[in-house]
């Protein structure tokens, strides 16, 4: 009894000493990894996100360092995904990634330049399925890009020819098969423009601006049709939309609303638009020229217009108003004599 009372203990000893080690070995899951761009160098400060798949509270994170490469130490058993992100670069991640006690785990990303977003695993259902569906007309637009392509060059072709009708017909057929293309329907409504049937160049200049509402062109090109169907204050209101999304080619825009204002014998508002088409646009000729033209019409504004034609005759391209500024200058000047 005495001998059965020494082993007992013995092995109550033991089991108590395997006890205290177990939930340290259980701490020693490791995941470990390098993130690299496209070109194989590494990310430096890059965000490392561990997520639990059965449970987003358990998240973790940690940060690539100089070499691109990180580690993270205690994670509790379980599946998780393993993203990356940096700034310039997509995310980038890999899902079902195991942790285990036997041996360290490698998790090695690879970050392609664009910009951040939200990957599956962080997405709502409904975010998911307006992802797959995005993915299905992807896939649909793959498979018959070529024959798109086609019918869309085709009417290039007619259009550049003066078959407009023939141009519209190919666009047709090229957006019955992916109608998500809105420089398709930009260049069936210039055709239909052409064509002399503005309402339909209108209506599809609208569907493009709603298939891709941040093209400046298309707001300007409406603006143009509108002005040819009297539309005047719709027509300015396109022109100022135009200017406003792209400031840079905003000197067009402000032309093509001063002529409008022209055409609507508002010569104040012409002038502004002229002279803020000028602004933007230093060497745009047409502009001064209009400008000029406006101006000279009161004797208070006598020597700006001069000012204006004079630059018009140094930098303009149509010989036949460059004779005309010359001789508006002489007029002018004269003028300027007798008062």
Known sequence: MHI???????AGVCLFVLMLA??????NRVFKGKVVDDKGQPVVGAIITIEDTQAKSRTYTTKTDKKGTWIYMGLPDGFYYVAARAKGFMPAYKSQVRATIQQETEVN????????????FEMTPEEQKKLEEDQKKMEARKQSSADVQAAFESGNKLTEE???EGAVEQYKKALEKDPEQANIWGNMAEAYRKWGKLQESLDTYKKAIEVNPNEPVFYTNMGVVLDKMGKSAESQ????????????GSAQSYYNLGATNVNSGR????IEAFRQAIAADANFAEA??????????????????IKDLETYVKIGQKPDQVDVAKA?????????KKK
């Open 162 to 164: 003066g078959n407009f």
């Open 288 to 305: 001064y020229y209009q400008l000029g033209m406006c101006l000279s019409g009161k004797p208070e504004t006598w020597e700006e217009a």
């Open 237 to 248: 209101e396109a022109f100022k939309k135009a200017a406003t999304m792209n400031p840079g």
């Open 328 to 336: 508006i200058i002489a007029t002018l000047q004269q003028s300027l």
């Open 4 to 10: 059965s009372s020494r082993k007992f203990g013995f």
């Open 22 to 27: 177990l939930p340290a070995s259980a701490q």
């Open 267 to 270: 010569t104040a508002e012409a």
């Open 109 to 120: 990303l690879t970050l392609q330049p664009g910009q951040d977003a939200k990957l599956p």
